[in-house]
């Protein structure tokens, strides 16, 4: 059993840190005690992780908990156990950040651009208006205008000879070709999620259970329906790409309940294991032979089969047989009138 560096302050932690000093593997315990090294701001620090950290990031996910259901949440330990696989398991999960040489990371801030100095442009002077003209002046300029407009000069023979030569059209020059835009690069994703997908090319129509570590996870589109189905927090794994993809896990020690209760919900799965051995578990559905499809649950108040007797009825055929016609005689013999068969 590893030892763990983690200390303790509270009974909680304690029995936290009892549980991975039993569960955690070497390369987990190795990472909680010497830490894990990430890029952050272009530069190579030492991300540790404690208790302390770990207790924080449990109250988050149990108020993500109570997000769904209101008021308050109840969360189990077994839940509470695999949130600290993950917490310690998970790179991107930061902790306490330390540069190389053992200092405390402190990130850089950012250079806050300031707006240059607004420059004051002259005012435009003001054009004064023209003095109102005069009746007189106004009829006197609109005379100057219209006899203006009717002396037309005439056309010159060369002119009014070029004007009935017929024009040629122009040629259209051809349209240059727009190159066609090429296609966006997409940045490589990670080994990890490109053997995952080829793995979910296999088996299009079952769900990849890749084993990591002391976890079991699913990835992508699968990850969102099966959180709802399990009723776990759904997160994220930087896999390379643009964004994170979706991402569930559940530990490896509480593994069985997961799956037998995706088997019995007609889940069909592809369980990976660490040394890529994959395991189907079909789901616990029947199938009609002659169909193909899904038989549905038997219910409890099927009604019988024609082989099958009706007890009831069956008690009351036997209660008919006391009424036979020679037994009724007897009775009317002993009782007479006061014999009231109901």
């Not at 038997?298 to 009351?316: F, G, I, K, R, Y």
Request: with cysteine.
């Amino acid at each position: 059993m590893p030892v763990l560096n983690l200390k303790a302050n509270t009974p909680t932690q304690q029995l936290v840190k009892d549980y991975l000093e039993k569960s955690a593997s070497a390369t987990l315990a190795d990472k909680i005690n010497h830490g894990v090294k990430i890029q952050k701001d272009g530069k190579t620090v030492l991300n540790k992780k404690d208790l302390n950290g770990f207790m924080n990031f449990a109250c988050d996910e149990a108020r993500k908990q109570t997000e769904k259901s209101a008021k308050s949440a109840c969360i189990e330990d077994s839940t509470v156990y695999g949130w600290a696989i993950h917490y310690f398991e998970e790179a991107s999960v930061e902790g306490t950040l330390y540069n190389e040489d053992g200092t405390l990371y402190k990130s850089t801030p950012t250079d806050v651009t300031r707006n240059p100095a607004s420059t004051v442009l002259p005012i435009p002077p003001v054009k004064k208006p023209k003095p109102q003209m005069s009746l007189f002046e106004l009829m006197e300029q609109q005379n100057e205008v219209s006899e203006t407009d009717t002396e037309a000069e005439p056309l010159s023979e060369t002119e009014e000879t070029l004007s009935k030569i017929p024009r040629a059209t122009p040629a259209l020059l051809p349209e240059k070709e727009i190159p066609a835009p090429a296609p966006a690069i997409q940045p490589q994703s990670s080994p990890l999620y490109q053997r995952y997908m080829k793995i979910q090319a296999q088996y299009p129509d079952a769900v990849i259970v890749r084993r990591l570590g002391d976890f079991y996870e699913i990835l992508g589109e699968n990850a969102v329906k099966i959180a709802e189905e399990l009723d776990l927090t759904l997160t994220g794994r930087d896999c390379g790409l643009e964004s994170r993809v979706p991402m569930v896990g559940f530990p490896v020690h509480s593994s069985d309940v997961y799956i037998s209760k995706l088997i019995a919900n007609g889940y069909k799965l592809a369980i990976v294991e660490k040394s890529d051995e994959i395991r189907i578990q079909q789901p616990n559905v029947k199938i009609n032979a002659e169909t193909g499809e899904p038989l549905p649950p038997v219910s409890a108040d099927a009604p019988l089969s024609e082989n099958e007797p009706d007890d009831e009825l069956q008690t009351e055929i036997n209660a008919m047989k006391a009424f036979e016609p020679v037994a009724l005689a007897k009775l009317y013999e002993i009782f007479g009138d006061e014999l009231d068969l109901q």
